[in-house]
């Protein structure tokens, strides 16, 4: 159980085009997920808090705009990359808290990870 | 703010040999707190959790951690470290707001 899964899992883009990164919780409820971006041999950087049928939550310096967030359903939420340009290439991770499990507290199950290159 | 700390920024052993690797947190209380392992270009696995109760906690792939209060430390530890645990590891504490607090992690590398 608790299985996230991404899409894709790699990317290959142009500068100035957008690329939209899935992420699904396929076993269980996600009311919240996280989006973070991971550079080589660095840990992982939060983006963004994504609540299902609200908007976003971004930590300081993550640009809005940039980087788009939906949670239109409690099993997906989508980071679109807008206009993105070769300072955008990264890892991007998710992760789903599972509150169904009937814990007290939550954990947080990871994707798999998504590799953008934008050239 | 709570911060965590994991000293050791890579670290060999031989295959067989056991295995600790070090967690210290700086929280107002006791947070809740998680190992993951990282494989090259793959996303984080749970190995174990603590929120409450027994302090030495059981995980997968035969991990085991232990919280102790009073150093502020959730170091995990293994008796016999296979060729395939060489990863990075972190051990993020949870936030209220549920937010896992990353630190540089450790990389682990296992000798033949």
């Known amino acids: 159980g608790a299985v996230v899964s991404q899409h894709p899992s790699r990317v290959i883009c142009k500068s100035g085009t957008s690329v939209k990164i899935e992420c699904r919780s396929l076993d269980f409820q996600a009311t919240t997920m996280f989006w973070y971006r991971q550079f080589p041999k660095q840990s992982l950087m939060l983006m963004a808090t994504s609540n299902e049928g609200s908007k976003a939550t971004y930590e300081q310096g993550v640009e809005k705009d940039k980087f788009l967030i939906n949670h239109a359903s409690l099993t997906l939420s989508t980071l679109t990359v807008t206009s993105a340009h070769p300072e955008d290439s990264s890892f991007y991770i998710c992760?789903?808290?599972?509150?169904?499990?009937?814990?007290?507290?939550?954990?947080?199950?990871f994707g798999p990870g998504t590799r953008l290159t934008v050239l | 703010a709570q911060s965590v700390t994991q000293p050791d920024i890579h670290i060999t052993v031989s295959e067989g040999a056991s295995l600790e690797l070090r967690c210290n947190y700086s929280y107002g209380a006791t947070p809740y707190l998680f190992w993951y392992v990282q494989s090259p270009g793959q996303g984080l696995q749970l190995l174990l959790k603590y929120f409450s109760g027994d302090t030495l906690v059981q995980g997968i792939k035969g991990f085991e951690a232990e919280f102790k209060r009073s150093q502020s430390s959730f170091n995990l530890r293994k008796p016999s470290v296979h060729w395939s645990d060489a990863a990075e590891y972190f051990c993020p504490p949870s936030d209220q707001g549920g937010k896992l607090i990353f630190g540089q992690g450790t990389e682990l590398s296992v000798k033949p």
């Open positions: 992760s789903a808290r599972d509150l169904t499990s009937g814990e007290v507290t939550d954990t947080q199950y």
